[in-house]
C-alpha cells in the first residue's frame, strides 16, 4: 500500500465510503429483524427522558431524531450505525494526525473502521455506537487541549465528555485514564494543577448533571441494574471467564491485530520514555485491564471493552509504521476486512458448502423470526380491539410493541414477583388494570400461574415459527377475562 501524505486523506474517504456503501447495501438486502435491545431503545425514543432504567439517554435520542426525520422502519433504525461509524473512525484519524502523521492517521482509521465489532454493529444501534463516537471525540480534544492548553479545546472535552457519560456509563473510565496518564507524564503532569482542565472536568459533569438528578429521583435505578448486571456479589475469581473474555477479543479487536497489541503490552516497557506511546497505551491498558478485571471476578461481555480500541488502533498502527512493519498492519486490515465478508455472507456460504444451519451453528438465530412473529400476532389480534396484549418477558414485550401494528404501546409486562428488572418493570403497575381484558402471549402452553389472576382463560391459538430444523419460535396465546390484580 503506498501512502503520501499529499494523498493520506483522500484515500481515507475513499476506504470509509466504499466500506460505508458495502455495509448499506448488505443491511439492505439482508433487512435483518430487530434485535432485542434495538426494539427496546426504539421504545424509549417514544418517551424520551434523561435516563432509562439501564442505561442514560442518549441511544433514546438518536433513534429520536433518526426516525422523526425518516420513519420508525428498522432500517432507519439500524442505519443510524452506519451513519455514526465513519464520524467516529474520522476522529481517530485526526486524534492519529494531531499525534503524529497522515500515514499513521490513516492506517489508523482504516484499521478501526475494519474491525469485525464495528462490521458486525454497524448492523445494529447500541449503547457502545454512540459512546465510541464521543468517546474518540473527547480523546481528540483532550490530546489538542494538552498540546496548546487553549481553553475551546477544554471546553469541547468536556462536553462531549459529558455526552460519552450520557451515552454509557462506562465513560468514567476516560476520566480515569486521564488521569492515570497525567500522573504519569513528566511532560504534562502540571495539568493536575491547570484550572482548564479542572474546567473541562465540571463542564462534563454539569452536561451529565440530568441524568444524575434523574437518577435521584428513581432510586438510582441504573447504578443498581450495573450492580445487578456484574453480578458482583455472587461468587468470585474466575479464571475461566477472564481468558474467555481475552479471547473474546481476538473476534473484536481482529485476530492479527489484537495479537499486536498483546505483543505491545509485552514489550511496553521498552516503550516508557515515549510519551506518546504512554498515552496511547494507558488509554488503552486501563479500560482492557477495569474490564477484564470485572471478567475474573464475575463475568464480562466482549463488546464491554470496546473504547479500548479507539487508542488500541492508532497505538498498534503508530508502533509498527514506526517499526517499517506496514504489511502487518496491511494483513491485519486484509484480515478485518475478510471477517466483514463472513460476518455478512455468512449464510450463503454455509449453504454453498452444504452445511445446514442449526441453532449452535447460526450466530444470528435470536434475532430471526421477530417480524413474522410480530405479524402472526397482529393477524389474530385484529379481531380483539378492546383487549391489551401481556407477555411475561421484557423480550416478548419490546418485539410485539415494535412488530404489531398498529404499534400496541399500551401492551403490558407480567410481573407477579413486582421486582424492577427492566424499563417495563419500572413503568407499569398491572395492578393499575384490574378489571381488564388481555391477550396473553406466552412461551408455555401452560399457563396455571397466570390465569389464576383472571375470571376466565381461553386458548386462541398456537404460533409456530420455523428457523431451523432444531430451533423454532413457538407461542400460544390465550384469551383472559377480567384481570382480578395479584
Same mark, same amino acid.
Do not use: C, M, N
Given at each position: 500500500m503506498q501512502i503520501t501524505h499529499s494523498n493520506a486523506g483522500t484515500q481515507f474517504i475513499l476506504f470509509v465510503v466504499f466500506i460505508t456503501l458495502y455495509r448499506a447495501m448488505m443491511l439492505y438486502l439482508v433487512n435483518p429483524d430487530m434485535y432485542l435491545d434495538e426494539a427496546y431503545y426504539w421504545i424509549w425514543s417514544q418517551n424520551l427522558d434523561w435516563g432509562y432504567y439501564s442505561k442514560p439517554p442518549m441511544v433514546a435520542?438518536?433513534?429520536?431524531?433518526?426516525?422523526?426525520?425518516?420513519? !420508525?422502519?428498522?432500517l432507519v433504525i439500524k442505519s443510524i450505525s452506519l451513519a455514526v461509524y465513519p464520524l467516529t473512525a474520522t476522529m481517530i484519524y485526526l486524534s492519529a494526525k494531531e499525534l503524529f502523521d497522515e500515514k499513521i492517521a490513516l492506517y489508523s482509521g482504516m484499521l478501526f473502521f475494519s474491525l469485525p465489532a464495528v462490521s458486525l454493529s454497524s448492523m445494529i444501534i447500541s449503547t457502545d455506537v454512540v459512546l465510541l463516537l464521543f468517546w474518540s471525540l473527547t480523546f481528540f480534544y483532550f490530546i489538542r487541549a494538552l498540546n496548546t492548553n487553549k481553553m475551546q479545546y477544554w471546553i469541547l472535552a468536556g462536553i462531549f465528555g459529558g455526552l460519552g457519560l450520557l451515552s454509557k456509563y462506562n465513560m468514567i473510565l476516560f476520566v480515569v485514564s486521564a488521569f492515570v496518564y497525567l500522573i504519569y507524564s513528566p511532560t504534562h503532569r502540571k495539568m493536575l494543577t491547570n484550572k482548564s482542565f479542572y474546567l473541562s472536568l465540571i463542564i462534563a459533569a454539569f452536561v451529565f448533571l440530568p441524568n444524575l438528578i434523574w437518577n435521584y429521583n428513581n432510586e438510582f435505578i441504573s447504578f443498581v441494574h450495573l @450492580?445487578? /448486571?456484574?453480578?458482583?456479589?455472587?461468587?468470585?475469581?474466575?479464571f475461566d471467564k477472564m481468558f474467555e473474555f481475552l479471547g473474546a477479543?481476538?473476534?473484536?479487536?481482529?485476530?492479527?491485530s489484537f495479537g499486536l497489541?498483546?505483543? #505491545?503490552?509485552?514489550?511496553?516497557?521498552?516503550?516508557? @520514555? !515515549?510519551? @506518546?506511546?504512554?498515552?496511547?497505551? #494507558?488509554f488503552t491498558i486501563v479500560f482492557l485491564g477495569v474490564i477484564t478485571l470485572q471478567a475474573f471476578l464475575s463475568r464480562a461481555f466482549a463488546n464491554w471493552a470496546a473504547p479500548t480500541y479507539v487508542t488500541a488502533s /492508532?497505538?498498534?498502527v503508530y508502533v509498527f509504521v514506526s517499526k517499517h512493519k506496514t504489511k502487518l498492519l496491511n494483513w491485519a486490515i486484509a484480515i478485518n476486512l475478510l471477517l466483514m465478508v463472513l460476518i455478512y455472507h455468512y449464510e450463503p456460504i454455509m449453504n454453498t458448502l452444504g452445511i445446514e444451519l442449526t441453532k449452535k451453528r447460526d450466530p444470528y438465530a435470536r434475532i430471526k423470526g421477530w417480524k413474522e412473529f410480530g405479524q402472526k400476532v397482529s393477524d389474530i389480534y385484529q379481531a380483539y380491539p378492546?383487549?391489551?396484549l401481556l407477555a411475561k418477558k421484557r423480550k416478548e414485550v419490546s418485539e410485539l410493541i415494535f412488530y404489531v401494528r398498529p404499534h400496541p404501546f399500551n401492551t403490558k409486562i407480567f410481573n407477579l414477583e413486582k421486582k424492577i428488572k427492566n424499563y417495563f418493570h419500572q413503568n407499569q403497575n398491572l395492578n393499575e388494570q384490574i378489571g381488564k381484558n388481555f391477550i396473553f402471549v406466552s412461551k &408455555? &402452553?401452560? /399457563?396455571e400461574d397466570v390465569s389464576q389472576y383472571f375470571k376466565h382463560t381461553k386458548f386462541i391459538k398456537s404460533i409456530h415459527i420455523k428457523i431451523h430444523k432444531d430451533y423454532s419460535r413457538d407461542y400460544y396465546l390465550y384469551k383472559l377475562t377480567y384481570f382480578k390484580g395479584y
Open positions: 435520542w438518536f433513534i429520536a431524531i433518526a426516525t422523526s426525520l425518516f420513519g !420508525d422502519s428498522s @450492580k445487578e /448486571i456484574s453480578q458482583i456479589e455472587q461468587k468470585l475469581f474466575h477479543q481476538f473476534g473484536v479487536f481482529g485476530p492479527v497489541l498483546l505483543y #505491545l503490552f509485552a514489550t511496553s516497557y521498552s516503550h516508557r @520514555k !515515549d510519551e @506518546k506511546f504512554v498515552l496511547l497505551f #494507558l /492508532i497505538l498498534v378492546d383487549h391489551i &408455555k &402452553k401452560s /399457563i
